[in-house]
């Protein structure tokens, strides 16, 4: 049975699909299947995939699995997102969305997008924004009041096509 998110996710992509963005990209590659993370998705290069964004580290399938379910276990908070090229049963892009509950802003919501990444072979078609629309509607959908990402300078350009504003500076203290 599908999870709440997948339900919720799956109810975005569908609204999205209507739209001439992917229109247009399945015009251009009608193999594309865009759809809620699986289970079986470490098979079809997940991890592979996320390797061309940053350090992946040696993580087995049974580490995968166990990751993916107590993510699905909180439905209302993890939202990822891939597209599957069916001919070759290959992930080929994903991105994925955080929900953050807050005491402030009347105990609001914040979206955090992250790990977005398209293979090499399929970067140009769109992928990326078609990810990242179906994330924001996902965000409004949930309630969020704003929805923030990191990102290198050089990558500035591409999320301003997207409607983000660059804000403020970025600090991190890794372990
Ligand atoms: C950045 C990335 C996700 C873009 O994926 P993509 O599917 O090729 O992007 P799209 O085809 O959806 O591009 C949409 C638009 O953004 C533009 N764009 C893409 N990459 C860009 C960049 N680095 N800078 C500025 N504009 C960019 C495209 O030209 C296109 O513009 P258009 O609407 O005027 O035609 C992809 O290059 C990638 O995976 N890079 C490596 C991982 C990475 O850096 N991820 C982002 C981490 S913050």
Redesign the pocket.
């Known amino acids: 049975m599908a999870s709440r998110s997948e339900a919720r996710l799956n109810a975005a992509l569908r609204t999205l699909a209507t739209t001439d963005d992917q229109k247009q990209a399945a015009e251009t590659a009608n193999y594309l299947e865009m759809r809620a993370l699986q289970l079986g998705d470490f098979d079809k290069g997940y991890m592979k995939l996320l390797e061309?964004?940053t350090v992946v580290g040696d993580v087995s399938k049974d580490v995968y699995e166990a990751r993916f379910n107590e993510m699905a276990s909180l439905p209302d908070t993890y939202f990822t997102i891939v597209f599957e090229d069916t001919s070759k049963s290959k992930i080929v892009?994903t991105a994925a969305l955080t929900i953050e509950r807050k005491f402030i802003r009347g105990c609001g919501k914040i979206g955090h997008i992250e790990d977005?990444?398209?293979d090499k072979q399929?970067?140009?078609?769109?992928?990326?924004?078609?990810l990242l629309e179906a994330l924001k509607q996902i965000a409004k959908d949930c309630g969020c009041y704003k929805v923030i990402?990191?990102?290198?300078e050089?990558?500035i350009?591409?999320y301003e096509?997207l409607g983000f504003q660059k804000k403020e500076q970025q600090m991190a203290l890794y372990f």
């Open positions: 061309q964004l892009a977005v990444v398209v399929y970067r140009g078609f769109r992928l990326a924004v078609r990402l990191d990102c290198t050089a990558k350009a591409f096509k």
